[in-house]
């Protein structure tokens, strides 16, 4: 069989197409084609068939998608399996166009590495012409659509690193029409404007060159508020000098090896050259803020003392608290100490609408970022962490492990010698890691605070205004992801004053609406923190919620009495919550809720408890 997912979903059973059912069914075979050989549970499917909001039917309408399924697919329904919570499709990856485009293009990276540029360019050219439309077109699901978009997110870096060889390799004025339109389509892409530039330099057009510069510039501020990056403001100066070098031509290998050999295109041991100086690290963002102290503690934290001694660092914190810029910033100045690779890898410990990632999957990813093909990646989790491992001795490589959920996670990502670096987040302390220097880092102080919102909203509009500032920053409790969302939306709203913003902050009904743009949201990134917690510990944090004013400090007694437990077991409770960063603590044994954790768990109170009365009956045993 085999299944298209880049574009319309299409089944072909020995060259017939297979009429697939309505649309529940064809995301239930999505889902199982992403996983494919892999058991997906009966949750995770339901979840997607339905966007979260399953009928009280959903088991059996389930079973009966699947019998559906298995009907269509004739003599081949035995790949669909049962296997113990959920459902696992036998299907070799091969079979489904989107494994295809990743090989190919990971072949391809590895090819243009090892100076094989035009076999790049054809395992290029042949991974995007299995496209047919947008992935996984018309399936309209949250779930899938994050899918979706990563794999388009592939498919326009294939399309960069396509455009990018023929421009190196002289062919500057054809790519030029390619490459406008994909800035067209998107405008805020650095790495396309970069490519188009230097195309239109090299074409002769210097002028046109300078001009996408600036629209690029004035689109960055205006939209987000931004300047250009590092690289592409030393490109502008450059092409203004003329001081931009023709691209050095590179003899192709003797015996490159051909594309349909079924090969893989590096060696079997060592990435041969490919994972060195390839940098996955995210952007590092214009309005970092403060930072000082805990910047300079990670940098100069130990790394190696032998060879054998792994360096680890791990930053941990609420949610919101900016543990990812940091990680980001701290891993853009330690990079060059690091010169055989960067990679970065988010583990989804604590996204909204995600699962956390696997370890074998983080492996895989990892793996293939290092220049591995598919084919040389081993199926079992063990001998995948132990190939990891071998390549990844005896070479200076930059690991960044962001939003992890817990050490247990980590620990078979981690390399095996003390060339190698890791940085680690995560929302809760690491405390069962060894080897780890930690820091903890707590919400902004005033001045850093007004400093970042003032970055991102513009000294113009807060110029003379130190006490709007102070209570903007306070209403945001001085976290740096409230802060950074209030203050986007007040730069992008030319009308608002701050007085306004803050009349709209002050209500505390409408408070997390306001910290909400986009895909960003304070309330949503507490909710993940919350799913997380176990039954007991969600119990405690929202009567705790409910019970205690702004900034009080409480302790085990008053937990035990509040929940009707022992001092001992309120204590194990206090401290998981302070671990996963749900508390704050002054001194040892007191604690205190953050405002807006505080009035998220008040929030929580009122929806699943139904609380009106204003008394705690509503709080007891039977509640829960």
Known sequence: MYFQLLGTLKVQLDGDRVELGGLRQQRLLVMLLL??????????????????????????????????????????????????????????????????FTTMIARASAAAAGGRTTMAIELLEAGLALWEGPALSGLNSPILDITAAKLEEKRLSATE????????????????????????????????????????????????????????????????????????????????????????????????????????????????????????????????TGRVKELQFLMTAPRSETETTLGIVA????????KTTLAVRLAHQLAHQYPEGHLFIDLHGHTHGQDPMEPDAALERLLLDFGLSPAQIPQDMRQRAARWRAEVADRRVLVVLDNALDAKQI???????????????????????????SRTLDVFSIADAAALFTKISGVDRTDNRPDALAEIVALCGYLPLAISIAASRFHNRPAWSLDHLILRLRDERQRFAELTLGDRSVAASFEVSYRNLSTEQRRLFCVLGFTTHPGEEFDASTAATLMEISVSAADRLLEELFDAHMLMQRAAGQYYLHDLLREYARGKVAKELDIHDGTLNALGHSAY
Not at 37 to 61: K, Y
Not at 315 to 322: F, L, P, S
């Open 161 to 288: 690193q396509l455009l990018g060889l023929r421009l190196y390799g002289g062919d500057a004025a054809a790519v030029v029409p390619q490459l406008g339109e994909l800035v067209s389509q998107n405008p805020l892409r650095e790495e396309t404007r970069r490519l188009l530039i230097i195309a239109l330099y090299r074409s002769g057009r210097k002028a046109d060159a300078l001009n996408v510069y600036e629209k690029g510039r004035r689109l960055l501020r205006d939209e987000i508020g931004v300047d250009p990056s590092l690289n592409l403001r030393e490109l502008y100066e450059r092409i203004l000098r003329d001081d931009l070098p023709q691209p050095k031509q590179r003899a192709e290998p003797t015996s490159p090896v051909p594309i349909s050999d079924g090969q893989p295109a590096v060696a079997p041991t060592h990435c041969g050259g490919a994972c060195a100086n390839r940098s996955f690290l995210p952007y590092d963002t214009a309005h970092f």
């Open 35 to 100: 996983d494919a050989n892999r058991v997906v549970g009966a949750g995770r499917l339901i979840e997607a068939m339905w966007d979260g909001e399953p009928p009280a039917t959903a088991s059996r309408q389930l079973h009966n998608a699947i019998a559906a399924i298995r009907r269509s697919f004739t003599v081949a329904k035995h790949i669909v399996v049962k296997d113990g919570p959920g459902y696992r499709l036998q299907v070799d990856p091969q079979d489904i166009d989107s494994h295809q």
């Open 315 to 322: 930053i941990d914190g609420m949610a919101g608290v900016g």
């Open 411 to 437: 620990r078979p990502l981690l390399p095996g010698t003390g060339k190698a670096h890791v940085i680690i987040t995560s929302r809760r302390r690491l405390v069962g890691l060894d080897g780890v220097t």
